[in-house]
């Protein structure tokens, strides 16, 4: 993938940018250049753990897809990472500083999150929904006006712009929300399954400018549940199950079918279609348990 | 009550009144500050000109000109007619003026609470009235009354109310949250059973005040104007102002918390320290409108309502033209509580609720509709 390639130069640039300075890299336990270190965290609530023992590395110019079984904890892990959920053990590292030590204005100006359920109290339209992407900046009306105007048409929502967004269906519902992601414009992204309602074209549009911040320069982590996107869109694949991270590696290397038979319970086949790879259900053998799985790369 | 039915009317198409609204401001670009700017003017006009015709209207009429003219030469400045009878001018300033500037002053005040409390509670139904917080600052101050206590002066009841209110909004603010979110249904049952609590707790004084007391705290729960004194106003106006003046403060983070909790808060806002900001706004406001006034209910739950289906649902504007929809509401309602039945002055209570109840029926099913109207 384009991104790996360039990492180490535009990481520069966005810490530049956006005033991420490495004052705070001597952390123990951060490592350096990561955009979010995650140190032997956990999540404990009720005495159970929803999330045990994560180490995470992320580093700027960089795709990451959240995958794994329901209840895996993958939002948790999102919500860990965006500062929502403090850890009950371990840490979560914003360059190098602790995710706690941060104002909420100050972690605005860092990541911007995109949650499952997208409700809104009042009938505000969808252009002031946008907007309100740009609070926690002090720009002018004349330079927030533009990003809001392209954010939106990047998400594909400027027709909408007028509507109310109460009176959305679920899936611009979705894009518009997106769209108040892009206009927070930092340099990490986190987007907790945003193509859950959404249309194939939509999908493959909300996925590819996901991949453009990505490339220029951003921290992008999505939580998906279509692996086969996730293989075609990622740099990396992080497989959740149980509360723990099994799996971390490049998408030919952690979507392999013995491992996400195991992991989902369910046989699975990983093919390699016109040089991308593609996860199917295995309906081939229905009922056969995983150990049995047959992996078919052509 | 011909005012008060005017922007009731719309309520019924919120597409044509948004059109209407937007008449007066060019296709492109400003329209929403210039349909803003339009919308303050003409609540502005129209609340002088209610304030000036009440204050003529009575058994004691007094000319338009001349009630202007007697406010010009209070002023110094010796222009247009005075009062012509004998006791029009007293009548004007020991009667009439204390009493229209209170129902402004407590009109803004629960107004501009209502507006609040449904923005920090993502909630359209949520209301000083309908949720008991009225009641509460009811009966902190009935306590001060009952057993009559001065402590503080002239300040007394308000503080007893202040402390009464902050106490029961932060009860309902608590009692009906549940992850993050007020559900509509959890909401309307805490305030049914905080106010149950409250007019157990007014029986109570009731039960043990004396006659003079009692008398007090029962023109409390009908909630009347009658007999305001400048005393009285010069008491309420800085509070009123005070709390409208925070709230407008608070605007632009009641607009981030549309998203929610979650979603406001990875937008910037700092949600706790919001909260605790809205809930003490609300407590000054309803102390402010409850302290002399009584309970008036459902102004804060009609004026924000209307003032969202003509000019959208920011809280910059809502804010203040709430502000200004609820000193005109009280300003008509009391002026038909004096006038409606002739020789009698009807509790103000009992008018907004006539009104307020069948509008909160109506604004129930709405919402039950539009499955997306609720936080």
């Keep these: 993938m384009t991104g790996t390639e360039t990492s180490t130069e535009t990481s520069i640039e966005t810490s530049i940018e956006t005033g991420a300075t490495e004052t705070g890299a001597a952390e123990v336990g951060a490592e350096v250049g990561a955009v979010i270190s995650v140190v032997g965290a956990g999540v404990r609530i009720d005495r159970i753990d929803i ?76 252009r002031q929904v946008v907007t309100m992407g740009r609070a926690p900046w002090r720009a002018s009306d004349v330079e ?7 954010s939106m048409r990047r998400a594909d929502v400027d027709a909408l712009a007028a509507r109310a967004f109460p009176t959305l269906s679920g899936g611009e519902r979705a894009r518009a929300s997106f769209a108040r992601i892009l206009a927070q414009t930092t340099p990490v992204i986190l987007l907790d399954e945003p193509t859950a309602a959404l249309d194939i074209r939509h999908q493959e549009a909300v996925l590819a400018t996901a991949r453009a911040e990505a490339d220029a320069g951003a921290l992008v ?22 509360g723990r991270l099994v799996a971390d590696g490049p998408p030919r290397q952690v979507l392999r079918a013995d491992l996400l038979g195991d992991v989902y319970g369910h046989p699975v086949q990983v093919i390699d279609h016109d040089g991308s790879v593609v996860v199917l259900p295995d309906r081939r053998h229905a009922g056969r348990a995983p150990e049995q799985v047959v992996s078919c790369n052509d | 009550m011909t005012a008060l039915a005017t922007p009731a009317a719309p309520a019924d198409e919120p597409g044509r009144a948004r059109g209407a609204a937007a008449t007066c401001a060019p296709r492109h670009g400003g329209h929403r500050i ?41 002023i ?53 009235g309908v949720v008991g917080v009225s009641s509460g600052a009811a009966v902190a101050a009935g ?58 707790g007014l029986s109570f004084l009731l039960f043990l005040g004396d006659q003079q007391a009692r008398e007090q705290i029962v023109f409390w729960t009908l909630g009347s104007l009658n007999g305001t004194r400048w005393s009285a106003v010069l008491v309420v106006a800085p509070l009123a102002a005070l709390g409208i003046a925070a709230a407008i403060l608070l605007a632009r983070s009641l607009d981030l918390l549309a998203l929610g909790d979650r979603g406001a808060r990875h937008v910037g806002v700092d949600v706790e320290r919001l909260r605790i900001g809205a809930i003490v706004v609300v407590a000054v406001l309803t102390a402010a409108a409850v302290s002399f006034c009584g309970i008036i209910a459902f102004v804060g739950l009609v004026v924000p309502h209307l003032i969202r289906l003509l000019a959208g649902p920011g809280h910059l504007l809502l804010i203040p033209a709430s502000a200004l929809g609820g000193a005109l509401l009280l300003v008509v309602a009391d002026l038909w509580a004096r006038t409606a039945v002739a020789n009698a002055d009807l509790p103000i209570g009992l008018l907004t609720s006539l009104v307020g109840g069948p509008f909160f029926f109506w604004l129930i099913r709405r919402a039950r509709r539009t499955a997306g109207g609720w936080a």
């Design chain 2, 76 to 128: 110094g400045l010796p222009w247009g007619p005075v009062p012509t009878h004998p006791r029009g001018d007293a009548t004007l300033w020991e009667v009439r003026f204390p009493r229209v500037a209170m129902a402004a002053l407590a009109g803004a005040s629960l107004a501009t609470a209502g507006a609040v409390m449904q923005g920090v509670f993502g909630n359209p139904l949520a209301e000083p």
């Design chain 1, 221 to 242: 982590v999505v939580v998906l549940h279509d692996l086969s996107l996730a293989a075609a869109y990622a740099d990396r694949v992080c497989l959740v199950s149980g």
């Design chain 2, 143 to 200: 306590v001060v009354i009952a057993f009559g206590l001065t402590g503080a002066g002239v300040w007394t009841v308000p503080a007893a109310a202040f402390a009464g209110g902050l106490l029961s909004t932060l009860l309902v603010y608590l009692l009906s949250r549940d992850g993050g979110r007020t559900e509509v249904v959890t909401l309307v049952l805490t305030g049914i059973a905080l106010n149950a609590m409250t007019s157990a």
């Design chain 1, 144 to 150: 927030d006006q533009r990003v809001v105007e392209e």
């Design chain 2, 34 to 74: 210039l349909t803003g700017t339009g919308l303050l003017g003409a609540l502005v006009v129209t609340l002088t000109l209610a304030l000036i015709v009440s204050a003529g209207t009575g058994q004691l009429h007094i000319p338009v000109d001349e009630v202007v003219g007697s406010v010009l030469h209070h």
């Design chain 1, 51 to 126: 999330l045990d023992d994560i180490d995470l590395h992320l580093a700027p110019a960089q795709l990451v897809a959240l995958v794994g079984p329901n209840g895996a904890g993958k939002s948790t892990l999102l919500a860990l990472l965006a500062g929502d959920q403090e850890p009950s053990s371990g840490r979560v590292l914003h360059a190098g500083r602790p995710v706690t030590a941060y104002g909420s204005r100050a972690l605005a100006r860092r990541r911007a999150v995109l949650t499952q359920h997208q409700g809104l109290a009042f009938g505000f339209t969808v």
